[in-house]
Protein backbone atom coordinates (compact mmCIF):
# COMPACT_ATOMS: atom_id res chain seq x y z
CA UNK A 1 0.00 0.00 0.00
CA UNK A 2 2.67 2.33 0.77
CA UNK A 3 4.65 1.93 -2.77
CA UNK A 4 1.28 2.53 -4.35
CA UNK A 5 0.96 5.75 -2.49
CA UNK A 6 4.41 6.69 -2.83
CA UNK A 7 3.85 5.74 -6.98
CA UNK A 8 0.79 8.24 -6.79
CA UNK A 9 2.70 10.99 -5.34
CA UNK A 10 5.34 10.57 -7.54
CA UNK A 11 3.04 10.58 -10.91
CA UNK A 12 1.14 13.28 -9.44
CA UNK A 13 4.05 15.34 -9.03
CA UNK A 14 5.21 14.54 -12.00
CA UNK A 15 2.20 15.52 -13.87
CA UNK A 16 2.08 18.90 -11.58
CA UNK A 17 5.44 19.41 -12.80
CA UNK A 18 4.59 18.80 -16.43
CA UNK A 19 1.46 21.17 -16.10
CA UNK A 20 2.89 23.99 -14.50
CA UNK A 21 6.35 23.74 -16.31
CA UNK A 22 7.25 26.17 -19.05
CA UNK A 23 7.52 24.94 -22.50
CA UNK A 24 10.03 26.98 -23.67
CA UNK A 25 11.01 25.21 -27.00
CA UNK A 26 7.97 25.83 -28.59
CA UNK A 27 7.48 29.33 -26.70
CA UNK A 28 11.02 30.80 -28.27
CA UNK A 29 10.03 29.40 -31.54
CA UNK A 30 7.27 31.42 -31.69
CA UNK A 31 8.88 34.26 -30.51
CA UNK A 32 11.08 33.65 -32.54
CA UNK A 33 8.51 33.48 -36.07
CA UNK A 34 6.71 36.25 -34.64
CA UNK A 35 9.91 38.65 -34.79
CA UNK A 36 10.57 37.13 -38.20
CA UNK A 37 7.37 37.80 -39.64
CA UNK A 38 7.36 41.42 -38.32
CA UNK A 39 10.98 42.12 -39.85
CA UNK A 40 9.27 40.88 -43.11
CA UNK A 41 6.46 42.95 -42.52
CA UNK A 42 8.56 46.09 -42.12
CA UNK A 43 11.18 45.15 -45.11
CA UNK A 44 7.99 44.71 -47.32
CA UNK A 45 6.16 47.77 -46.10
CA UNK A 46 9.64 49.90 -46.50
CA UNK A 47 10.66 48.32 -50.02
CA UNK A 48 6.80 49.56 -50.87
CA UNK A 49 8.38 52.64 -50.20
CA UNK A 50 11.10 53.34 -52.26
CA UNK A 51 8.53 52.02 -55.11
CA UNK A 52 6.13 54.54 -54.33
CA UNK A 53 8.94 57.11 -54.94
CA UNK A 54 10.49 55.42 -57.68
CA UNK A 55 6.91 56.01 -58.95
CA UNK A 56 6.59 59.60 -57.95
CA UNK A 57 9.83 60.20 -59.71
CA UNK A 58 8.89 58.86 -62.49
CA UNK A 59 5.64 60.93 -62.88
CA UNK A 60 7.56 63.98 -62.12
CA UNK A 61 10.09 62.92 -65.14
CA UNK A 62 7.01 62.69 -67.39
CA UNK A 63 5.18 65.63 -66.30
CA UNK A 64 8.68 67.77 -67.02
CA UNK A 65 9.05 65.89 -70.36
CA UNK A 66 5.51 66.54 -71.58
CA UNK A 67 5.67 70.37 -70.20
CA UNK A 68 8.83 70.58 -72.77
CA UNK A 69 6.92 68.67 -75.41
CA UNK A 70 4.71 71.15 -75.54
CA UNK A 71 6.55 73.82 -74.99
CA UNK A 72 8.64 73.06 -78.30
CA UNK A 73 5.04 72.26 -80.08
CA UNK A 74 4.19 76.02 -78.99
CA UNK A 75 7.55 77.34 -80.41
CA UNK A 76 7.56 75.27 -83.47
CA UNK A 77 3.85 76.88 -83.77
CA UNK A 78 5.30 80.43 -83.50
CA UNK A 79 8.34 80.17 -86.07
CA UNK A 80 5.73 78.75 -88.53
CA UNK A 81 3.19 81.14 -88.10
CA UNK A 82 5.83 84.07 -88.31
CA UNK A 83 7.19 82.87 -91.53
CA UNK A 84 4.17 81.94 -93.03
CA UNK A 85 3.05 85.79 -92.29
CA UNK A 86 6.13 87.29 -93.03
CA UNK A 87 6.40 88.08 -97.02
CA UNK A 88 8.97 86.52 -98.92
CA UNK A 89 12.00 88.91 -99.71
CA UNK A 90 12.46 87.53 -103.66
CA UNK A 91 15.28 90.48 -103.95
CA UNK A 92 18.43 89.09 -105.22
CA UNK A 93 21.38 90.20 -103.47
CA UNK A 94 24.81 91.14 -105.86
Given at each position: ???????S??L?L???????????P??N?N?A??????????Q?K?A??V??Q?V????E?????????K??????K???????N???????KP
Amino acid sequence: MKKTIALSAVLTLAALGMACGEPAPATNANKAMNTAMNQAANQMKEAGNVMNQAVNQMKEATNTATNAAKDATNAAKEVVKEATNKPADNTKKP
